[in-house]
């Protein structure tokens, strides 16, 4: 498993990756807290990671929104992480191999 903690253009993940594999380890995920989307490494990690599945907690706009509720004052409220749809942004059914609802998870 490897695990990063930002997922920006990807390389230093796909370097961990490429490192694991030469050393002869088998990658069985690629996990990242934060991917930050806008910069679009994803495409690169999937790729080299491949047949592994890549799985991010949090996406840079997650964090966004987490950070405005509590500059806003909303630091005691409950909140509930949730996961969306890449495409659409309704709750997603799966986070394999991409966040997806169930129209979308095809």
Not at 3 to 10: I, K, L, S
């Amino acid at each position: 498993m490897i695990v990063d903690d930002v997922c920006t253009t990807g390389a230093s993940t796909i370097q961990a990756i490429e490192a694991a594999r030469e050393f002869g380890f088998t990658i069985e995920g690629v996990m990242c807290l934060v991917e930050r989307q806008e910069a679009g490494g994803r495409a690169g990690v999937e790729r080299a990671a491949a047949p592994a599945p890549f799985v991010s907690i949090f996406t840079a706009s997650d964090v966004r929104r987490e950070h405005m509720l509590q500059k806003n004052g909303m630091a005691n409220a409950a909140h509930v992480v949730s996961v969306t749809c890449e495409l659409c942004g309704r709750p997603a059914v799966t986070n394999t191999p991409r966040n997806r609802c169930a129209e979308h998870k095809a």
